[in-house]
């Protein structure tokens, strides 16, 4: 059980490969024919309620539930940022996860007029995808080059789950150039929903932040920033034309193929700031390359 209560200290959360409950030993054989084990993800059923109502059952590694579902809620626009949440109850043995506010909530309307989604792992949005960004005006904010750069050579060399068994996506909530929140999952969607519960969770400010993502620069993925109120995303991998037209309404910094030297701004471009000398960049080593190296589809 976790109770809401932004006084607590905000911690520095991380991936964890060494969590035996994350992975799993699976045997199998190569393409000589040889015998060989690796780790692979877990995949978890959890099960979300809001107040006495069954929301979703999403697909996750299975840390962080919490996180998770404060999130998903806030970027579905089913819960408020300014909502009362009196508690949120986590039971391990069923796999479900309920988040209680001051006020009952009905969604009876949203959950009749769902949307598939582009994200993994059969990510889905509730009643109309544009809603979260009418209206909309992101704080101003600058990304300076060089926070960019130390920002990806920071994530580059952290330990992850990646790294570790593959097939998982990561995002970064950055402070300039520093990671301040790190998270992981099956899916881009569930891996930023986890940070925006953690921000919700710990009264942690959006207008300074930049959030980064392994995973594509989809419409889904330019909303769920712009509801968190962020003004930055970056990615290592490629865009959507609706990802980047959305982007371009609302005045949000998109920037991909984030790679060694190499970055791609597409929208939001008034807010770099050109202060890093090139020659001082390193190229991305090969033993730290993740998600999207060599295709924009990952």
Known sequence: ???????????LILP???????????????????????NVP??????????????VTMMTIGDY???????????QNMLKYDDIVTEVEYDDDLQVVVVRTAHHTNFEQKLRKRTQTSGCAQGTAFGDLLEAVESVALPKAELRTSWLYQM??????????????????????CKEGEPVCYTEDVGRHNAVDKIAGW??????????????????LTSEMVIKTVRMGIPILVSR????????????????TLVGRTRGKRFIALSGEERIVYDQNLAYVEEESARHRRKGEGRDDE
């Open 42 to 55: 877990m995949e978890r059923p959890l099960t979300l309620y809001l107040n006495a109502q069954e929301i």
């Open 65 to 75: 539930p919490e996180y998770l579902a404060l999130g998903y809620l806030l970027n």
């Open 199 to 216: 921000m919700f969770r710990h009264g942690v400010t959006a207008g300074d932040k930049i959030l980064y993502t392994t995973g594509r």
């Open 16 to 38: 964890n490969p060494a969590d035996p409950r994350l992975t799993q030993r699976v045997s199998g054989t190569d393409q000589t024919g040889a015998k060989v084990e690796i």
């Open 152 to 173: 990806t050579q920071t994530i580059n060399t952290m330990p992850s789950l990646y790294l570790e068994a593959g097939a998982i996506h990561g995002c970064v909530l």
């Open 1 to 11: 059980m976790m109770k809401i209560d932004k006084k607590q200290p905000v911690p």
């Open 237 to 252: 991998s490629g865009f959507t034309a609706w990802g980047v037209e959305l982007a371009r309404q609302v005045g949000l």
